[in-house]
């Protein structure tokens, strides 16, 4: 199975200021291509950084999705830093200055064509409905931390990373809590290896105690153990299957 | 300045099942308590990765921050992996079991039980609304990932890292993009190096284009940033200082 990992660039997260919105996403894409991921490491706008997580975590993963730090101001230092990780330098990408022509014409400033800036190498990933490409260098997506531009970007990643089967993943709620169902939870995950099996409590919810997950990538399996669990489970005990 | 990283734990948030909500409010804790955070890694419920980061990230920063895998079944390995990085092993701890005892009465099973499980040497931190305290293995503090549980220890966070001087953040709100508004943010960038200054695009948000952030310790320093760079800007450019 392919792995992946992710690098969540910017100030904002680590000072409390927002929360991600963009690793759920991924997270989801990721799934539906049967890619399996791994970590996501949150890191400052620091380019030194940004350069040694890259260099281990592309290395050491088929893919590496960052998010954040592309525009054209001294806080985005993205491009730089993955430049850096694979020294090579940076260059402007004859393509994504046309675009930026443009699209500013007149008002094109040479702040906005620090845009078209591309590690050297970089090849560009567009669509017909995709107006700005995203830079994908080697095994390395650079993508923007706008949410909505996150987002969008998703069909391309999904696109290309063809080949593997999706996750699949079912569910038992229960009104058990975590120290009562263990006994028969832990007999499943032990007859039940291929899957991995998650236990989440949930805290004040009228409708149920505990929800059991069971993700795999053979469908018939994942299920056999979700029902293997929910026929251990006392009568009367179950609030749902998914 | 102190520092902290985050180890935030658990499958479900890297196969999107759920997006994160722990990491922006111990962000804003560690803010007020003049606590520089420099990293967050989310990790999968594997021991032996957990053990590795806690050994990497408490040798590296003042304060160590987990989050999840706490509870007592098969997947809650955090107390686990934090002994281990530690060297020690994991004991029951006497007082945890006796409140276990009185909160589950004749309901106890063995299962509730290893809710008392800590790494040897660790010191458990309650206060008086505090019915279940946290575990603190030297400077690693072991956090729930129920958000709400998260959320009411963040009081005893606060209140053990006295000393700093709490961050301030003020901002300007402005119809400029980012590469109108790049020389007059380059140059206070380079005047005001002791604040660190952040740009934010909008995404088709109809009020402003991009927000800057201004933030720094000593606040008479912040503010001047602040409003250097705003009476750099053309008139009617400005939507709003914050």
């Known amino acids: 199975m392919k792995t992946a990992a992710a690098l969540v660039i910017g100030n904002e997260l680590l000072s409390g200021k927002i929360a991600d919105q963009n690793l759920v996403v991924l997270a989801r894409t990721l799934r539906a291509a049967g890619v399996l991921l791994r970590r996501a ?22 893919w590496l999705f960052t998010s954040g730090g592309v525009g054209p101001t001294h ?7 993955v430049a850096r990780a694979f020294d090579v330098p940076v260059v402007t990408s004859p393509i994504l200055a046309d675009l930026l022509r443009s699209h500013y014409g007149e008002r094109l400033t040479e702040g ?19 107006v700005w490409p995203v830079v994908v260098m080697q095994n390395v997506w650079v993508l923007p931390g706008v949410p909505e531009i996150f987002q969008a970007k998703q069909p391309f990643i999904r696109a290309e990373l063809t080949g593997g089967t999706p996750f699949v993943s079912f569910a038992v709620l229960t009104t058990l809590d975590e120290g009562q169902l263990k006994p028969m939870l832990d007999r499943v995950v032990d007859e039940h290896r ?11 919810d009228p409708e149920y105690r505990t929800r059991l997950t069971f993700d795999g ?14 026929q251990s489970l006392p009568a009367g005990t179950i609030v749902r299957l998914e």
């Not at 050297?120 to 995709?130: H, I, P």
């Open 75 to 81: 806080d985005d230092v993205t491009i730089e830093g």
């Open 112 to 130: 906005h064509l620090l845009m078209a800036r591309i590690p050297e190498g970089a090849r560009l990933v567009s669509g017909e409905s995709l």
């Open 41 to 62: 490491n949150t890191i400052l706008d620091e380019l030194d950084v940004i350069a040694a997580e890259v260099r281990v975590l592309a290395s050491t993963h088929d």
């Open 217 to 230: 990538i053979l469908e018939d399996q994942v299920r056999a153990a979700r029902d293997a669990f929910a």
């Open 194 to 204: 291929d899957v991995a099996i998650g236990s989440y409590p949930r805290w004040s």
